[in-house]
Protein backbone atom coordinates (compact mmCIF):
# COMPACT_ATOMS: atom_id res chain seq x y z
CA UNK A 1 0.00 0.00 0.00
CA UNK A 2 1.38 3.36 -0.87
CA UNK A 3 0.58 5.64 1.93
CA UNK A 4 0.68 9.48 2.19
CA UNK A 5 0.35 12.15 4.99
CA UNK A 6 -1.34 15.09 4.13
CA UNK A 7 -0.82 17.87 7.44
CA UNK A 8 -2.55 20.58 7.64
CA UNK A 9 -0.33 24.03 8.35
CA UNK A 10 -2.84 26.50 6.74
CA UNK A 11 -4.51 27.94 9.63
CA UNK A 12 -4.01 31.22 11.14
CA UNK A 13 -4.52 29.86 14.24
CA UNK A 14 -5.21 33.41 16.01
CA UNK A 15 -5.85 31.88 19.81
CA UNK A 16 -2.14 31.12 20.39
CA UNK A 17 -0.64 33.45 17.72
CA UNK A 18 2.24 35.65 19.85
CA UNK A 19 3.09 39.06 18.18
CA UNK A 20 6.19 38.44 16.02
CA UNK A 21 6.24 34.79 16.24
CA UNK A 22 3.26 34.01 13.78
CA UNK A 23 1.00 31.30 13.94
CA UNK A 24 0.81 28.48 16.36
CA UNK A 25 1.86 25.66 13.70
CA UNK A 26 6.00 27.75 14.09
CA UNK A 27 5.89 28.52 17.29
CA UNK A 28 9.34 26.89 18.80
CA UNK A 29 8.81 23.89 21.26
CA UNK A 30 11.70 22.51 22.52
CA UNK A 31 14.29 24.73 20.32
CA UNK A 32 12.36 23.72 16.72
CA UNK A 33 8.55 25.05 15.24
CA UNK A 34 5.62 22.43 16.13
CA UNK A 35 5.29 21.66 12.29
CA UNK A 36 8.83 20.27 12.46
CA UNK A 37 8.15 17.96 15.63
CA UNK A 38 4.88 17.20 13.64
CA UNK A 39 6.68 16.28 10.51
CA UNK A 40 9.57 14.18 12.13
CA UNK A 41 6.69 12.18 13.63
CA UNK A 42 6.04 11.12 9.76
CA UNK A 43 8.99 11.01 8.27
CA UNK A 44 10.15 8.72 11.11
CA UNK A 45 7.57 6.21 9.98
CA UNK A 46 9.19 3.76 7.04
CA UNK A 47 5.76 3.11 6.00
CA UNK A 48 4.51 6.78 4.63
CA UNK A 49 6.54 7.17 1.52
CA UNK A 50 4.73 11.00 1.11
CA UNK A 51 4.27 13.74 3.46
CA UNK A 52 2.30 16.81 2.17
CA UNK A 53 2.12 19.97 3.76
CA UNK A 54 -0.85 22.86 2.91
CA UNK A 55 0.34 26.15 3.86
CA UNK A 56 -1.71 29.35 4.56
CA UNK A 57 0.25 31.79 1.63
CA UNK A 58 1.96 34.29 3.87
CA UNK A 59 4.10 31.05 5.45
CA UNK A 60 6.67 30.33 3.44
CA UNK A 61 9.20 31.92 5.30
CA UNK A 62 8.42 30.11 8.40
CA UNK A 63 7.88 26.59 6.67
CA UNK A 64 11.19 26.33 4.76
CA UNK A 65 12.47 26.26 8.44
CA UNK A 66 10.00 23.52 9.31
CA UNK A 67 11.08 20.94 7.30
CA UNK A 68 13.49 18.48 9.56
CA UNK A 69 17.07 18.11 6.86
CA UNK A 70 17.05 15.19 5.40
CA UNK A 71 13.61 14.36 5.42
CA UNK A 72 13.36 12.64 1.64
CA UNK A 73 9.88 12.51 1.61
CA UNK A 74 8.36 15.70 2.11
CA UNK A 75 7.37 17.79 -1.33
CA UNK A 76 7.33 21.30 -1.54
CA UNK A 77 4.03 22.59 -0.17
CA UNK A 78 1.02 23.62 -1.65
CA UNK A 79 -1.14 26.61 -0.40
CA UNK A 80 -4.33 26.37 1.42
CA UNK A 81 -7.99 27.91 1.20
CA UNK A 82 -10.00 29.37 3.38
CA UNK A 83 -11.43 27.01 5.64
CA UNK A 84 -9.46 23.70 7.01
CA UNK A 85 -11.84 21.78 4.39
CA UNK A 86 -10.68 23.68 1.30
CA UNK A 87 -6.98 23.24 2.48
CA UNK A 88 -7.31 19.70 2.46
CA UNK A 89 -9.07 19.50 -0.55
CA UNK A 90 -6.19 21.14 -2.04
CA UNK A 91 -3.47 19.05 -0.31
CA UNK A 92 -5.75 15.86 -1.58
CA UNK A 93 -5.64 17.26 -5.24
CA UNK A 94 -2.05 18.00 -5.31
CA UNK A 95 -1.50 13.96 -3.76
CA UNK A 96 -3.62 12.51 -6.57
CA UNK A 97 -0.59 13.00 -8.86
CA UNK A 98 1.21 10.34 -6.93
CA UNK A 99 -1.69 8.19 -6.67
CA UNK A 100 -1.37 6.77 -3.14
CA UNK A 101 -3.82 4.10 -1.82
CA UNK A 102 -4.05 5.66 1.46
CA UNK A 103 -3.59 9.63 2.90
CA UNK A 104 -3.38 10.09 6.84
CA UNK A 105 -4.35 13.87 7.55
CA UNK A 106 -2.82 15.21 10.74
CA UNK A 107 -3.38 18.47 12.08
CA UNK A 108 0.02 20.58 12.61
CA UNK A 109 -0.44 21.62 15.49
CA UNK A 110 -0.55 18.14 16.95
CA UNK A 111 3.38 17.38 17.18
CA UNK A 112 2.98 14.63 19.86
CA UNK A 113 1.32 11.93 17.84
CA UNK A 114 3.18 9.04 18.61
CA UNK A 115 4.02 6.37 16.06
CA UNK A 116 1.97 3.71 17.66
CA UNK A 117 -1.04 5.84 16.46
CA UNK A 118 0.36 5.88 13.12
CA UNK A 119 0.77 2.62 13.11
CA UNK A 120 -2.69 1.51 14.37
CA UNK A 121 -3.97 4.34 11.57
CA UNK A 122 -2.29 2.29 8.93
CA UNK A 123 -3.23 -1.20 10.07
CA UNK A 124 -6.92 -0.20 10.37
CA UNK A 125 -6.56 0.98 7.09
CA UNK A 126 -6.43 -2.51 5.63
CA UNK A 127 -9.75 -3.27 6.29
CA UNK A 128 -11.28 -0.30 6.57
CA UNK A 129 -11.76 2.94 4.21
CA UNK A 130 -11.99 5.51 6.33
CA UNK A 131 -10.20 5.40 10.42
CA UNK A 132 -10.30 8.20 12.90
CA UNK A 133 -8.29 8.48 16.44
CA UNK A 134 -10.04 9.33 19.14
CA UNK A 135 -9.75 9.44 22.70
CA UNK A 136 -12.84 7.72 24.97
CA UNK A 137 -14.37 10.87 26.99
CA UNK A 138 -13.98 10.22 30.55
CA UNK A 139 -15.51 13.17 32.69
CA UNK A 140 -18.86 13.48 32.66
CA UNK A 141 -20.70 15.95 30.85
CA UNK A 142 -23.23 18.45 31.39
CA UNK A 143 -25.58 20.52 28.92
CA UNK A 144 -26.03 23.98 30.21
CA UNK A 145 -29.10 26.19 30.05
CA UNK A 146 -29.13 29.69 28.85
CA UNK A 147 -29.18 30.45 32.67
CA UNK A 148 -26.08 28.84 33.47
CA UNK A 149 -27.62 26.36 35.09
CA UNK A 150 -27.23 22.33 34.44
CA UNK A 151 -30.06 20.97 32.19
CA UNK A 152 -29.09 17.74 32.18
CA UNK A 153 -26.53 15.30 32.06
CA UNK A 154 -25.45 13.31 28.70
CA UNK A 155 -24.64 9.55 28.86
CA UNK A 156 -20.81 9.64 27.83
CA UNK A 157 -20.47 5.93 27.27
CA UNK A 158 -20.48 6.52 23.38
CA UNK A 159 -18.55 9.54 22.77
CA UNK A 160 -15.77 10.33 21.86
CA UNK A 161 -12.61 13.12 21.27
CA UNK A 162 -12.09 13.18 17.47
CA UNK A 163 -8.08 13.44 17.20
CA UNK A 164 -5.97 13.30 14.13
CA UNK A 165 -4.37 11.58 12.28
CA UNK A 166 -7.72 10.33 10.24
CA UNK A 167 -6.72 8.17 7.75
CA UNK A 168 -8.98 7.18 4.39
CA UNK A 169 -8.06 5.19 1.43
CA UNK A 170 -7.51 7.65 -0.91
CA UNK A 171 -9.88 8.04 -3.93
CA UNK A 172 -12.83 7.25 -1.61
CA UNK A 173 -11.88 10.88 0.74
CA UNK A 174 -10.54 12.95 -2.37
CA UNK A 175 -14.13 12.03 -3.85
CA UNK A 176 -16.36 12.69 -0.57
CA UNK A 177 -14.25 16.30 -1.12
CA UNK A 178 -15.01 16.72 -4.31
CA UNK A 179 -19.11 16.18 -3.62
CA UNK A 180 -18.78 18.44 -0.84
CA UNK A 181 -17.45 21.19 -3.00
CA UNK A 182 -19.78 20.37 -5.48
CA UNK A 183 -23.09 20.69 -2.74
CA UNK A 184 -21.49 24.14 -1.61
CA UNK A 185 -20.49 22.61 1.77
CA UNK A 186 -17.36 24.08 3.42
CA UNK A 187 -18.51 23.55 7.15
CA UNK A 188 -16.91 20.68 7.91
CA UNK A 189 -14.70 20.78 10.08
CA UNK A 190 -12.52 17.65 10.33
CA UNK A 191 -12.62 15.06 7.23
CA UNK A 192 -13.83 12.17 9.17
CA UNK A 193 -17.35 14.22 9.40
CA UNK A 194 -16.75 14.85 5.46
CA UNK A 195 -16.53 10.81 5.22
CA UNK A 196 -19.77 10.78 7.16
CA UNK A 197 -21.67 13.12 5.12
CA UNK A 198 -20.36 10.73 2.60
CA UNK A 199 -21.85 7.75 3.94
CA UNK A 200 -18.50 6.29 4.27
CA UNK A 201 -18.02 4.04 7.57
CA UNK A 202 -15.28 5.58 9.62
CA UNK A 203 -13.65 3.04 11.89
CA UNK A 204 -12.55 4.01 15.60
CA UNK A 205 -9.08 3.66 16.59
CA UNK A 206 -7.76 4.33 20.20
CA UNK A 207 -5.19 7.84 20.06
CA UNK A 208 -3.30 8.70 23.13
CA UNK A 209 -3.36 11.68 25.81
CA UNK A 210 -0.45 13.38 24.69
CA UNK A 211 -1.55 14.04 20.96
CA UNK A 212 -3.28 17.27 22.12
CA UNK A 213 -3.95 20.11 19.93
CA UNK A 214 -1.81 23.03 20.44
CA UNK A 215 -4.45 25.67 20.58
CA UNK A 216 -3.80 28.26 22.93
CA UNK A 217 -0.62 30.07 24.30
CA UNK A 218 -0.60 28.06 27.23
CA UNK A 219 -0.72 25.31 25.40
CA UNK A 220 2.52 26.29 23.49
CA UNK A 221 4.18 27.13 26.69
CA UNK A 222 2.89 23.90 28.00
CA UNK A 223 4.75 21.89 25.12
CA UNK A 224 7.81 24.07 24.96
CA UNK A 225 8.42 23.01 28.79
CA UNK A 226 7.49 19.06 28.01
CA UNK A 227 9.65 19.24 25.67
CA UNK A 228 12.73 21.24 27.13
CA UNK A 229 12.45 19.97 30.59
CA UNK A 230 13.95 16.67 29.13
CA UNK A 231 17.24 17.34 30.05
CA UNK A 232 20.86 16.07 28.38
CA UNK A 233 20.32 13.48 31.81
CA UNK A 234 17.10 12.20 29.89
CA UNK A 235 19.01 11.29 27.01
CA UNK A 236 21.97 8.37 26.25
CA UNK A 237 24.97 8.86 23.92
CA UNK A 238 25.15 6.03 21.92
CA UNK A 239 28.04 5.23 19.47
CA UNK A 240 28.36 2.60 16.47
CA UNK A 241 31.72 1.89 14.34
CA UNK A 242 31.85 0.64 10.45
CA UNK A 243 34.10 -1.02 8.34
CA UNK A 244 34.01 -1.39 4.90
CA UNK A 245 36.25 -2.27 2.02
CA UNK A 246 35.65 -3.01 -1.69
CA UNK A 247 38.07 -4.56 -4.55
CA UNK A 248 39.70 -2.40 -7.52
CA UNK A 249 38.19 -3.58 -10.61
CA UNK A 250 38.06 -1.96 -14.20
CA UNK A 251 36.04 1.18 -14.34
CA UNK A 252 36.84 5.31 -14.50
CA UNK A 253 35.24 6.41 -11.39
CA UNK A 254 34.48 5.43 -7.98
CA UNK A 255 31.58 6.53 -5.45
CA UNK A 256 32.78 7.53 -1.99
CA UNK A 257 30.82 9.28 0.10
CA UNK A 258 28.16 9.84 -2.01
CA UNK A 259 30.31 11.92 -4.90
CA UNK A 260 31.61 9.79 -8.19
CA UNK A 261 35.01 11.00 -8.48
CA UNK A 262 37.23 10.07 -11.35
CA UNK A 263 40.16 7.10 -11.10
CA UNK A 264 42.35 4.73 -12.52
CA UNK A 265 39.98 1.84 -11.69
CA UNK A 266 36.48 1.53 -10.44
CA UNK A 267 34.74 -0.42 -7.05
CA UNK A 268 33.23 -3.89 -7.33
CA UNK A 269 30.28 -4.16 -5.80
CA UNK A 270 26.78 -4.84 -5.88
CA UNK A 271 25.61 -1.35 -5.64
CA UNK A 272 27.86 1.77 -6.32
CA UNK A 273 30.40 0.21 -4.04
CA UNK A 274 30.81 3.74 -1.96
CA UNK A 275 32.74 2.01 1.10
CA UNK A 276 32.14 5.51 2.89
CA UNK A 277 28.62 5.37 3.06
CA UNK A 278 28.37 1.55 3.86
CA UNK A 279 31.02 2.05 6.65
CA UNK A 280 28.70 4.84 7.86
CA UNK A 281 25.61 3.09 7.61
CA UNK A 282 26.80 0.51 9.75
CA UNK A 283 27.80 2.92 12.16
CA UNK A 284 24.49 4.58 12.65
CA UNK A 285 22.94 0.92 12.74
CA UNK A 286 25.54 0.30 15.29
CA UNK A 287 24.09 3.11 17.22
CA UNK A 288 20.65 1.51 17.50
CA UNK A 289 21.49 -2.31 17.67
CA UNK A 290 19.58 -2.78 14.28
CA UNK A 291 21.86 -5.09 12.29
CA UNK A 292 24.07 -4.50 9.25
CA UNK A 293 23.79 -2.76 5.94
CA UNK A 294 23.79 -6.24 4.37
CA UNK A 295 20.90 -7.52 6.40
CA UNK A 296 18.17 -4.75 5.59
CA UNK A 297 19.63 -4.44 1.78
CA UNK A 298 21.37 -8.01 0.82
CA UNK A 299 23.69 -8.27 -1.77
CA UNK A 300 21.84 -11.33 -2.73
CA UNK A 301 18.76 -9.37 -3.74
CA UNK A 302 18.75 -7.89 -7.69
CA UNK A 303 16.80 -4.66 -6.10
CA UNK A 304 19.84 -3.56 -5.07
CA UNK A 305 22.08 -3.58 -7.66
CA UNK A 306 23.65 -0.64 -8.66
CA UNK A 307 21.80 0.97 -5.88
CA UNK A 308 23.46 4.82 -5.16
CA UNK A 309 24.23 4.35 -1.60
CA UNK A 310 22.55 7.18 -0.37
CA UNK A 311 19.41 5.18 0.03
CA UNK A 312 20.88 2.64 2.85
CA UNK A 313 22.15 6.13 4.48
CA UNK A 314 18.86 7.44 4.39
CA UNK A 315 17.43 4.13 5.61
CA UNK A 316 19.79 3.83 8.73
CA UNK A 317 18.65 7.84 9.71
CA UNK A 318 15.34 7.13 9.67
CA UNK A 319 15.71 4.03 11.85
CA UNK A 320 17.39 6.05 14.24
CA UNK A 321 14.89 9.15 13.99
CA UNK A 322 11.54 6.75 14.26
CA UNK A 323 13.37 6.05 17.61
CA UNK A 324 13.22 9.56 18.94
CA UNK A 325 17.23 9.38 18.65
CA UNK A 326 19.32 12.22 17.08
CA UNK A 327 22.32 11.80 15.57
CA UNK A 328 25.36 13.67 17.31
CA UNK A 329 28.46 13.90 14.76
CA UNK A 330 29.61 11.19 12.62
CA UNK A 331 33.51 10.41 11.59
CA UNK A 332 35.12 8.56 8.25
CA UNK A 333 38.37 7.29 7.82
CA UNK A 334 39.37 6.28 4.44
CA UNK A 335 41.85 4.02 3.50
CA UNK A 336 43.40 4.11 0.05
CA UNK A 337 46.31 5.28 -1.59
CA UNK A 338 44.63 6.97 -4.35
CA UNK A 339 42.51 9.14 -5.17
CA UNK A 340 43.29 12.03 -2.95
CA UNK A 341 40.57 12.72 -0.76
CA UNK A 342 41.38 16.36 0.56
CA UNK A 343 39.85 17.86 -3.01
CA UNK A 344 36.55 16.27 -2.10
CA UNK A 345 35.96 16.35 1.16
CA UNK A 346 33.57 19.57 1.38
CA UNK A 347 31.18 18.34 -1.34
CA UNK A 348 31.21 14.78 0.52
CA UNK A 349 30.75 16.77 4.08
CA UNK A 350 27.80 18.53 2.28
CA UNK A 351 25.95 15.39 0.52
CA UNK A 352 26.38 13.50 4.13
CA UNK A 353 25.42 16.41 6.06
CA UNK A 354 21.94 16.87 4.08
CA UNK A 355 20.90 13.03 4.16
CA UNK A 356 21.95 13.12 7.61
CA UNK A 357 20.50 17.04 8.92
CA UNK A 358 23.90 17.51 10.08
CA UNK A 359 25.91 20.97 9.66
CA UNK A 360 29.80 20.67 7.72
CA UNK A 361 31.67 20.13 11.71
CA UNK A 362 29.34 17.40 12.40
CA UNK A 363 30.73 15.15 9.84
CA UNK A 364 34.39 14.48 9.61
CA UNK A 365 36.15 13.10 6.66
CA UNK A 366 39.83 12.19 7.16
CA UNK A 367 41.98 9.43 4.69
CA UNK A 368 45.05 7.98 4.80
CA UNK A 369 47.69 5.91 3.03
CA UNK A 370 48.91 2.59 4.12
CA UNK A 371 51.97 3.47 3.31
CA UNK A 372 52.43 1.17 0.23
CA UNK A 373 51.83 -1.80 2.84
CA UNK A 374 48.64 -4.71 2.86
CA UNK A 375 46.07 -4.81 0.40
CA UNK A 376 45.87 -0.60 0.24
CA UNK A 377 49.07 -0.13 0.17
CA UNK A 378 48.81 -2.71 -2.93
CA UNK A 379 46.28 -1.06 -4.65
CA UNK A 380 43.88 -3.86 -4.39
CA UNK A 381 41.01 -1.87 -2.86
CA UNK A 382 39.59 1.08 -1.04
CA UNK A 383 38.87 0.80 2.52
CA UNK A 384 37.08 3.10 5.60
CA UNK A 385 36.01 2.90 8.85
CA UNK A 386 33.44 5.28 10.47
CA UNK A 387 31.97 6.09 13.71
CA UNK A 388 28.78 7.61 14.59
CA UNK A 389 27.23 9.17 17.62
CA UNK A 390 23.45 9.13 18.25
CA UNK A 391 21.35 10.29 22.06
CA UNK A 392 18.52 8.21 22.34
CA UNK A 393 15.57 8.96 24.76
CA UNK A 394 16.48 7.02 27.56
CA UNK A 395 12.89 4.06 28.15
CA UNK A 396 11.64 5.08 24.69
CA UNK A 397 10.32 8.27 23.45
MG1 LIG B 1 30.13 -2.48 1.02
Redesign the pocket.
Known amino acids: MRIAALIVAAGRGTRAAVSGVGPKQYALIGGAPVLWHTLRAFAGNSAISDIQVVIHRDDAEFYRESVPVGAATVWPAVIGGATRQASVYAGLQALSALKPDAVLIHDAARPFVGPETIERAIEALITSPAVIAALPVADTLKRANPDGTIGGTLDRTSLWYAQTPQGFHFDVILDAHRRAAEADRDDFTDDAAIAEWAGIPVKLIEGTADNVKLTTAADIAEAHRKLSGRSERDFEPRVGTGF ?1 V ?1 RFTAGDHIWLGGISIGHTHGLE ?1 H ?1 D ?1 D ?1 VL ?1 ALTDALLGTIGDGD ?1 GQHFPPSDPKWKGAASRLFLEDAARRVTALGGRIGNVDITVLAEAPRIGPHRAAMQALIGDVLGLAPDRVGIKATTMETMGFVGRREGIAAMASATVFLPRGGN
Open positions: DHGSAVHI
